[in-house]
């Protein structure tokens, strides 16, 4: 197997340089919110940090038949926004796992703050630090392009679903020419791997999957970026935004990455796969 590990450690200094949970009090204390006070509304910029939100989140996993039996690996799960929301929705038994100690350690301090339970774990997506059978469904929301190896990623999914688990993507795909960087999930091409969505296919179906559903939610997404410009300049840019959670070069990001969007040259798609019996 190829070793990433250079790749990660680049992909985890990306993403946080520590404190992150000490910066979100920070921020809303100087606006006059205290810890006691945090709700889920005051991370709403960020807590579910993949384009359209809360709401992508439930398109994707509403139609899934998931409760409260269900076991669920969260691959990539930032500061843990989609499995408190998972845990909330669908009372589902949640793992969230990601590359960034930083984030692991907010998502934990979050999730308990607001008396939800979860647990969370530091681990790659390309060697699963878990045993075989040991989830119903694994979710990917916006991580596989900080993912080198698609074959890799999808062979290790396969390994810890059950027979017959399902794998819910809802990833950022490239559909045309390559957008300019600096990006979210990359300030440089060394740690940026937009793939195509038939390399997604391919990789899944080298490790025994079965496609069951396919979206393309360009439009949607060109809907949300319009919306989020005319709220911030309706009511300013949030107390907990996106420059906490990608530096000073925040704005310069996301323009590159709505510009691409609206010219379709990246695209959010869904992909729902079957894992091999």
């Known amino acids: 197997m190829v070793d990433h590990s250079d790749i990660a450690s680049d ?20 606006n006059g919110i205290a810890e006691a006070e945090l709700e889920p509304a005051h991370l709403r910029a960020v807590e579910e940090f993949h384009i359209g939100g809360g709401p992508a989140t439930e398109h994707l996993l509403d139609p899934l038949g998931i409760g409260p039996d269900t076991r669920v690996l969260d691959i990539g799960c930032g500061i843990g926004g989609a499995v408190r929301h998972m845990a909330r929705t669908y009372g589902a038994q949640i793992t969230g796992m990601d590359l960034t100690p930083d ?10 703050r607001f008396g939800i339970a979860a647990r969370f774990t530091v681990g ?69 791997f937009l793939a195509s969505p038939e390399a997604y296919l391919a990789a899944a179906e080298a490790s025994g999957f079965t496609l069951q559903h396919r979206e393309e939610r360009g439009e949607v997404a060109r809907t949300f970026f319009q ?42 798609v869904e992909m729902v796969f079957r894992a091999p019996d």
């Open 11 to 30: 992909i985890a200094r990306h993403y946080s340089p520590g404190g992150l949970y000490e910066r979100i009090l920070n921020a809303l204390a100087e």
């Open 103 to 112: 984030y692991v350690e907010t998502a934990g301090l979050i999730t308990d």
């Open 124 to 192: 790659s997506a390309l060697d699963l630090p878990f045993d075989a059978d040991s989830f119903d469904l694994a979710t990917l929301l916006h991580v596989g392009m900080n993912i080198p190896d698609k074959p890799r990623l999808f062979a290790e999914t396969a390994r810890v679903l059950t027979p017959g688990g399902t794998f819910a993507v809802y990833d950022v795909m490239l559909t045309g020419a390559h957008p300019d960087f600096p990006l979210p999930w990359s300030t440089d091409p060394e740690t940026s």
């Open 227 to 268: 919306q989020m410009k005319a709220r911030i300049a309706a009511e300013g840019p949030p107390i907990v935004g996106p420059p906490l959670m990608m530096g000073d070069t925040a704005p310069q990001k996301v323009d590159n990455m709505t510009r691409a969007v609206m010219a379709g040259d990246i695209t959010p």
